[in-house]
């Protein structure tokens, strides 16, 4: 069982820059990929990164790349998200994912966190 707590959602103005981070505790980061996904009001979940156990290999989402970055840090058990140029569209609740294969994919994630709120104010 893989635990999942993320930090360091809050409030910030549009084009402001927010990271945001998931620690693992269990059965913690055996190489598996880890993902961000984020949930609007009235929205669907939708993907937004993703990263391989080494950090070798990356995934973005249109609405992201080039503003987002994710990284992990795996002495730490920790995956990070770095927002930079924020749009009031980003605002959301992030949740990190685990997977249970270092795919680096889209879907089918194992474990979840409980999700930290994010709001870019215009």
């Known amino acids: 069982q893989v635990q999942l707590v993320e930090s360091g959602g809050g409030l910030v103005q549009a084009g402001g820059s927010l990271r945001l981070s998931c620690t693992a505790s269990g059965r913690t980061f055996s190489r598996y990929a880890m993902g961000w996904f984020r949930q609007a009001p009235g929205k669907e979940r939708e993907f937004v990164a993703a990263i391989s156990w080494s950090g070798g290999r990356t995934d973005y989402a249109d609405s992201v790349k080039g503003r987002f970055t994710i990284s992990r840090n795996n002495a730490k058990n920790t995956v990070y998200l770095q927002m930079n140029s924020l749009k009031p569209d980003d605002t959301a609740v992030y949740f990190c994912?685990?997977?249970?294969?270092?795919?680096?994919?889209?879907?089918?994630?194992?474990?979840w966190g409980q999700g930290t709120q994010v709001t870019v104010s215009s």
């Open positions: 994912a685990a997977d249970s294969t270092d795919s680096v994919r889209r879907y089918g994630y194992a474990y």
